[in-house]
């Protein structure tokens, strides 16, 4: 079975970039955002907002990649026979030919560099990382005599900025950009600029010898910065808006600002207006755009069962889970339908139906909720009163409710599921009888049967024993 999640690889990226295309959903959304990189003529820091786990990094990924591609294809491509840049192209060409994003026209070159700050969240200071990430980037394409005056000067202007060799291990690095490397070794930048002035000019250097070389705007997506320690967060923000004040600089910082504002307020104190803070720091403010899903997904595989497919979904919307998380509850509950051992979930019994919502429930309890999760297995939970009034839900119920009356019927259904609740996790065999059924009906080891599939362990101890 296919893993719900996708790394963020180059091969992925772009495989999914070609994938888009068939909808034309995804691919359009890059389309416009790349327009509205256009219609910037300024400096600017922008906002891309999303929960953790809704696509922040492949969607920024795939726009490095794009502008990428497009700034080779309409600004190099005719280069003078580079073959450096005639091999670039060769590699992207495949996943955009055909595609809307190769026909997308654009005016300006871009020089895309992805930043994802959480790598570096061990180094003391966020600038010299992105700094080593940028000048990375432009040494993996000197390989052609035109870009040997770069990493002359690049040299030059490193030996009084300190990196740290480590982060170049693994790069395929041409000799002129070795000579960028060794200007790295054993420098302190606090004894070689003694001023916050001074360290800008450095950084307005370095910036002038890329983007002269390079493209006519430099793009810079930091990622993952919600992820960071809050010191490392923050510095990087007031290092990235005091020294890049470049009009040929775009920044794009993808982030959950809910989660970096109650950080920021867990840094400074409660009564800190985390949020003007925040907001001081970007001139535009976006959303990721959430992923359409395809039609006839994962809930068509269930085996046909439409009371577990329909509770699977129910909980997917309940609990609002982020894309990630959707992909990787429909993957356990595809694992469970699949499994062998499930000779009990469908939709003719009453075991049947009663497992269709347990088993959903505890695995998404286990994603979410581990403390419902525990008094559920233990049969102390009231969870089904926050159910009860979900479509799904009042249909099952309903269809087990064996009144004339439509409302008697769903008040009938919902007194059967919690009675096999309390028969199954309570070992209340009253329950059975005052719901009209016969313990005979059921499943005699219902409630292991709905822990073994659900893939979670039996924990009967109360809490306050747990640390024991």
Known sequence: MKRATLEATDENILGLI???????????????????????????????????????????????KTLEYQTLNYFKKEAGGDENIQDELE???????GTELEKQIITHSYLPIYYDAWLYDNHSDPLMSLL??????????????????LSERLGEIASSISFGLQFFKGS??????????????????LEEVKTAEELRVKVKQILNEVLVEQAEKLVIFVDELDRCRPSYALEMLERIKHYFDDDRI??????????????ISNYYGNGFDSTGYLNKFF???????????????????????????????????????????????EERMAIIDAAKSNKLIDDDTISGICASIFVPLIVILDMKDIEEKRRFINGESNIFEKFEDLEEVSKLYKSLGWLEKEENQWKDGKKKVEAVY???FQNNANAIKSAGLEINQLERHLKEMCIKLSGTIKDDRPKEEETN
Not at 173 to 186: C, L, M, P, R
Not at 250 to 263: A, D, G, R
């Open 18 to 64: 070609r994938e888009q295309e068939k909808n034309n959903d995804r691919n359009q959304e890059i389309i416009e955002f790349i327009e509205g990189l256009e219609r910037i003529g300024e400096n600017k820091f922008i906002s891309l907002d999303a929960r953790w786990g809704e696509g922040k990094t492949f969607y920024v990924r795939q726009i490095e």
């Open 91 to 97: 590699k992207l060409q495949p996943y955009f030919k």
């Open 132 to 149: 080593l990430v940028i000048s990375k980037k432009c040494i993996q394409q000197i390989n052609t005599t035109r870009a040997k005056n």
């Open 172 to 189: 395929q690095i041409s000799i002129d950009g070795q000579k960028v490397i060794n200007a790295f070794k054993d420098i302190d930048i």
């Open 250 to 263: 775009i920044f794009v910082i993808s982030v959950n600002k809910e989660q970096l504002i109650y950080t």
């Open 283 to 329: 001139d535009i403010n976006v959303y990721v755009p959430p992923v359409k899903r395809k039609k006839g997904n994962i809930y068509s595989t269930y085996g046909g069962c439409r009371y577990f497919e329909a509770m699977i979904k129910t909980f997917s919307d309940y609990y609002r889970l982020s894309l990630r998380d959707r992909l990787i509850y």
């Open 422 to 424: 309390q028969y199954a």
